[in-house]
């Protein structure tokens, strides 16, 4: 009988049959199904209701499991009684009924010789509880017969504690007993009526563990009992030691501790520091970050636990998502593919249903049944970025690309590339599949920078571009990143379109005729380096015989630099010089920024700079070893493009600081304001009338040549202006005033987000404001920006003032403001 809801297990049951709920593993009627082989029950008939297809598509015809397998479904609920008579036809010899929803390893073979010595129309099988307030009671005679029932008694009536479990043999006489056509059930009606008719009725009080599995806390209860082997199931796995059962394929760290009784799965993957204490089950493919601890919990398949996660007493639904530090106290249940963000914390009892999203940092009380707390999104500041293949699996790169595609005409070309990481390489190629797949056309660069992608697409047949590569700082995550035809970040506007389309499956599907094809475009290198080159001064560069000391940081820079190099006649001192992913993961901006230092003073270079793995952002180093931070190279950089072209405009973020703005109207350019965004950024470097754009995260855009960030183009751009105005770059930066910005975060729930920024301009009211991007209070001496995060429960603070203390002091006073708005 496998056709109950189980609605006392949700949200375990939202979304699945409660037979099919894992039990250590295995669907708890798969364990049934062995139960009755195990005794010789080798023809099943299933009766079925809720999600039916879900139990067909598992068990099929019970071929796999070594029995034959039919189905009965139930159109409208019958009741228990009821759904065995629809499965009548079946039924035409003596059978047994068991529900498919328990654990049990009762002797079916006791009972059914217990029938057969007593001659019965009917035997139920009982079991002695301690509390049988939940159950029917059966109360039986000194030969076993059957005298009354009690269903769900009260203790004044409690005249026995051996319950009804739900296991009966029975004759096809019974079906005299069950009216067809409405909802019966047997113990309410059937077998009070075959007592009232004298026929023969028999309880059997069963030796063995039986548990109906009906609770949230039965379900984790009886999970205890398999571990501990007080029931007698088969468990995947072999036996690692005592207790402590590891599946085909699991990879345990050699420093993670297992304590057990537990059951770890196939595919398994636990990180370094782990814990898994007592009576823990991990489902199929489940990964477990560095340093989680997990006690009693039960996870089920392809869920993923960021490191530090702590689990107690709970249970985790199938294809979770759970990032580093989430807190789980004990009775906390998660449906299926909830996503909870860094640092949250879900308090004991409380129930996530399916697909919801809890916000990182959240504190959660109270269920989460039908709202979610926090707002998912799939783009982000730069793309699209998560844990290769647990959030930015192929399937899902495959249906995403369809879905970018189908917003281009069928016939066009897009272009793509990726860096030198396999996790890359996977999801490029799931990328094209897709393009191709609505129609679409593709030019593969295979590996390449970022900067080389963006001009490509721009001087291409491209109408649009993609690129993915590992996030910088996170070897575990990829990002994909979207261009159009303009080399750019797409819009916010069409990244909604996409992910419309994307959620509604509105994908174009091109016939077998209509599908893309796939190139390889030539000499694309070359025509960056020709372009790139043609935007400045070669002979004067060369002229200047420049010493440089470059870092490529491992990556696909090194494919670019030295064409550029070739024509720039400079003596380069290169570290790092090829790609390499395990290098690149291991690298450190800082310290490879400290060591290009070193070099630059030992070798009497005339800069260094290090480049990041992408070619988008760089650090630049002047010829006395002095780092410059990105705020002090925005500086540099400003003062050296508008004093080689006055009067020009400027594009820069609105927390840029003022030195930069003073020196732009000392030469007379102007200075276009921008948002916090890169995308914003260069959608207004590709205007066409700015010549010089910059982030505070290193990334410098030169739009002569290109309206994107690009390292190279940086590198080069400085030669020129540092050969035309023939000064060494010590000189420039020993002339740059202190820049002191101080930068706060307030953990704000999304639903204040709102109120924050209202207060925040009701206090900006009859002051000097600048509204691009968040509230920026302009002061005499300063400035102080609050700034909502688009992607995260946060709001940002920064701030400039004279001196570090007071520039720390103004951004902790508003920070302070706006904790006392939230509370």
């Not at 295995?26 to 079925?48: Q, Y």
């Not at 609920?77 to 009924?97: C, I, K, M």
């Not at 102007?670 to 890169?678: D, P, Q």
Request: charge should be negative; include cysteine.
């Amino acid at each position: 009988m496998a056709g109950g809801e189980g609605t006392r297990l949700r949200p375990l049951t939202s979304n699945q049959p409660k037979p099919m709920l894992p039990m250590a593993n295995r669907p708890m009627m798969e364990h049934v199904v062995n139960l009755l082989r195990s005794h010789g029950f080798d023809d099943i008939v299933v009766t079925v209701a809720f999600m039916a297809n879900v139990i067909r598509s598992y068990f099929d015809d019970g071929s796999e499991f070594g029995v034959r397998m039919v189905y009965a479904t139930e159109e409208t609920p019958l009741g228990t009684a009821g759904s065995v008579r629809n499965a009548r036809e079946q039924l035409d010899e003596r059978f047994l009924v068991i529900s498919g929803d328990v654990l049990t390893d009762i002797d079916l073979g006791a009972v059914l010789s217990h029938h057969d010595s007593r001659g019965a129309l009917a035997t139920i099988a009982l079991k002695a509880v301690d509390d049988p307030l939940e159950f029917g009671i059966v109360i039986t005679r000194e030969d076993g017969s059957v005298e009354r029932f009690l269903e769900k008694p009260t203790w004044g009536q409690v005249f026995s504690d051996t319950i009804n479990t739900g296991i009966y043999v029975l004759e096809p006489d019974i079906f005299d007993f069950i009216p067809e056509g409405r909802p019966v059930d047997f113990s309410a009606e059937v077998f009070p009526a075959v007592l009232a008719a004298g026929r023969p009725m028999h309880g059997y009080v069963a030796e063995g563990y039986w548990e109906d599995v009906g609770t949230l806390d039965a379900y984790l209860r009886a999970h205890q009992d398999v571990l501990a082997q007080r029931v007698q199931v088969q468990l995947t796995g072999f036996p690692l030691r005592h207790g402590v059962w590891l599946g085909k394929g699991a990879d345990v760290h050699p420093s993670a501790v297992v304590t057990g009784p537990a059951v770890i799965g196939d595919n398994c993957a636990v990180g370094p520091g782990v814990s898994v204490g007592e009576y823990c089950v991990l489902g199929a493919n489940v990964q477990v970050g560095d340093n989680a601890s997990l006690v009693r919990a039960v996870v089920h398949d392809n869920a993923f636990l960021g490191g530090g996660t702590r689990l107690e007493g709970c249970v985790v639904g199938r294809a979770c998502d759970l990032r580093h530090n989430v807190r789980c106290e004990e009775g906390v249940v998660l449906g299926d593919e909830t996503f909870v963000g860094a640092g949250a914390v879900i308090k004991s009892g409380v129930k996530v249903y399916p697909f919801k999203t809890v916000e990182a940092g959240a504190i959660v009380n109270t269920s989460i049944v039908w709202e979610s707390r926090g707002a998912r999104t799939l783009f982000g500041r730069l793309g699209i970025q998560g844990l290769a293949n647990v959030d930015i699996s192929p399937e899902l790169v495959m249906r995403l690309s369809m879905a970018w595609a189908s917003t281009l005409e069928k016939g066009s070309t897009v272009t793509t590339s990726r860096d030198t990481s396999r996790a890359a390489r996977v999801l490029k190629r799931a990328v094209m599949v897709g393009c191709n797949a609505a129609g679409v056309h593709v030019e593969d660069l295979e590996v390449a920078t970022i900067p080389v992608t963006r001009f490509q697409v721009r001087t291409g047949a491209s109408l649009g571009g993609v690129t993915v590569r590992l996030a910088e700082g996170d070897s575990q995550s990829v990002i994909l990143r979207f261009f159009d035809q303009d080399g750019i970040d797409v819009a916010e506007s069409t990244q909604r379109k996409i992910e419309r389309l994307y959620h509604r499956e509105e994908f174009r599907r091109a016939l077998a005729s209509d599908i893309g094809d796939i190139d390889f475009p030539p000499r694309t290198l070359e025509l960056y380096t020709a372009a790139l080159i043609g935007t400045v001064d070669v002979n004067a560069v060369a002229d200047a015989a420049f010493k440089i000391v470059l870092d490529y940081s491992y990556g696909t820079t090194s494919f670019v630099m030295p064409n550029v190099l070739a024509k720039l006649g400079a003596e380069v001192l290169v570290v790092n010089p090829y790609a390499s992913t395990a290098a690149v993961m291991s690298s450190d901006r800082a310290s490879a920024a400290a060591n290009v230092s070193e070099l630059v003073r030992a070798s009497g270079a005339h800069l260094g700079a290090v480049i990041d793995p992408g070619g988008e952002r760089i650090v630049l180093v002047d010829d006395e070893g002095r780092v410059l931070s990105d705020n002090e190279a925005l500086v540099l950089l400003l003062s050296l493009v508008v004093a080689e072209h006055p009067g020009t405009t400027v594009g820069l973020p609105v927390a840029a600081p003022r030195a930069a703005e003073r020196i732009a109207a000392e030469a007379g350019a102007k200075v276009v304001w921008t948002k916090l965004s890169a995308t914003h950024l260069m959608e207004v470097a590709s205007s066409g009338t700015l010549s010089f754009a910059a982030s505070q995260l290193g990334g410098y855009i030169f739009p002569a040549f290109l309206p994107g960030f690009d390292a190279v183009a940086t590198l080069v751009n400085l030669l020129a202006m540092l050969a035309s105005g023939r000064r060494r770059m010590s000189k420039l930066t020993g002339e740059l005033a202190s820049i002191h910005i101080a930068h706060e975060e307030v953990v704000t729930p999304w639903e204040q987000k709102g109120t924050v920024m209202r207060r925040a301009m009701e206090r900006a009211k009859g002051r000097s404001t600048v509204l691009v991007d968040g509230v920026k209070i302009v002061e005499p001496d300063g400035w102080s920006l609050v700034v909502p995060d688009p992607e995260e429960p946060v709001t940002h603070v920064w701030a400039e003032a004279p001196s570090e203390a007071e520039a720390r002091a103004r951004s902790q006073e508003q920070a302070v403001r706006i904790r006392q708005m939230i509370r």
